[in-house]
């Protein structure tokens, strides 16, 4: 299995990208070996990702890098880089690999100190590997000074240096930007084909593929922790029975505080896991030694990653509601589907019978209004409203219809 074979349902891309891959071994050997370059090449020094929530924007970006790295025997002789096995591809793909450096969103922005080493290792040549990687998870997050130290190294590159962009849409990002980048956009995987990966990679049971893959309408990421995660599956089943639970003002009060709750739980569950990870790299990095104590001036770097790790768990609480807001907009879509007479590509098929009844109980307008409450309730959290002040509103507005 090659770093291709796991971008579901991104067939043109793939291609697009392992045709730059080829093209950027043949200018790495050129230039190793001295000789003059190929006269016509695909690849390019910035490239931007866009594409729907799910799409598998980053994953694309971390497979190309991969390939980028591949140091892989048959590529050599001519085969596609990115083997997947090889050291290059395999610490590419983990995220360990000294020559491909990460930047995502940790609170609402990525600010300008979080980009100025990344900007500054960019001028760099590689380390160990084949190109200098700067893949950005959240190019849509930069602000205005951020952005304006991703412009100067996206116009200036060092020769052996390539940016990855990832961002939801090309209006996203900043346009003196993109116009220095090729586009490439992806599009949200079938959930067929979004089973099938889940069955063949994850070895997940075909009836639980299914599920999952059509409860999260193609999203990867999502279908994937929602196959694999029977927590996920409880919280989403939770999340289902909201809609049935906001009859009166208790029922919304009470409903909005456990969907807070849950996503806060959620939250520290997966902060706790790359918390611990983080801590313990970095303090064997600064020698720590047994029993975990630290050398001198270093409490410095160690209060900067738990400075860091706070602003996350922020917004990862933030990011587990909105998948729950995700799950109960599809949920009222459904129901408009119903009310509207169709049966086709239900999302929460598993739900069938809370979908009726609200379908009887109400009518279409109704619906769409709840939807643009949920909406709403996205809005504000946006706005760094206070989670559950804006989740109270929302579970109040699905209440009055």
């Known amino acids: 299995m090659t ?20 093209d950027a071994d043949a200018l790495v050997t050129a230039t190793t070996a001295g000789t003059a370059p190929p006269e016509a090449s695909s690849m390019t020094h910035a490239w931007l990702f866009t594409g729907p929530p799910g799409a598998g924007r980053i994953q694309t970006a971390r497979a190309f890098a991969a390939a980028l790295q591949c140091v892989s025997p048959d590529r050599a002789l001519g085969g596609i880089p990115g083997c997947g096995f090889c050291d290059g591809c395999h610490t590419a793909l983990v995220g360990t690999h000294a020559d ?20 500054r290792k960019s001028y760099t040549s590689p380390a160990t590997g084949r190109w200098q990687i700067i893949l950005v998870e959240d190019a849509e997050r930069l602000n205005e000074k951020s952005a304006n130290a991703v412009l100067k190294a996206v116009e200036e590159p060092a020769p052996r240096t ?32 979004v089973a099938d990966m889940l069955v063949r990679r994850e070895g997940v049971e075909p ?30 089943a939770a999340v289902l029975k909201l809609p049935l639970r906001v009859e009166d003002v208790g029922g919304c009060l009470k409903a909005a505080q456990e969907l807070v709750d849950a996503a806060a739980e959620d939250a520290k569950q997966l902060a706790e896991e790359r918390d611990t990870k983080e801590t313990d790299e970095l303090k064997a990095a600064m020698g720590a030694v047994q029993g975990g104590r630290m050398p001198r001036g270093t409490a410095g770097v160690m209060k900067d990653l738990e400075d860091m790790q706070k602003r996350r768990r922020t917004r990862t609480q933030r990011d587990s509601l909105d998948v729950a807001l995700t799950d109960l907009t599809a949920f009222y879509r459904d129901v408009l589907a119903l009310q509207l007479g169709s049966r086709i590509a239900l999302a929460n098929v598993d739900a069938e019978d809370a979908l009726e009844r609200l379908a009887r109980a109400s009518t279409p307008e109704s619906t769409l209004r709840r939807i643009e409450a949920i909406a709403a309730c996205a809005e504000a959290l946006d706005r760094n409203v206070t989670p559950l002040l804006a989740v109270e509103a929302m579970t109040m507005a699905l209440r009055a219809g």
């Open 207 to 236: 009836a639980v593929a299914a599920s999952a893959a059509r409860a999260t309408q193609g999203h990867v990421d999502r279908a994937r922790r929602l196959a694999t995660d029977p927590a996920a599956r409880e919280r989403r």
């Open 100 to 119: 491909v450096s990460t930047v995502a969103a940790v609170g609402a922005e990525i600010l300008v100190k979080d980009m100025r080493d990344t900007v």
């Open 3 to 22: 770093v291709w074979d796991d971008l579901v349902g991104q067939e043109k891309v793939s291609d697009q990208l392992a045709a730059a891959a080829r």
């Open 162 to 193: 390539v940016w990855l962009l990832c961002a939801p849409s090309i209006e996203d990002v900043l346009p003196t930007i993109r116009s220095r980048c090729r586009h490439l956009n992806l599009r949200t995987p079938s959930v067929d084909a």
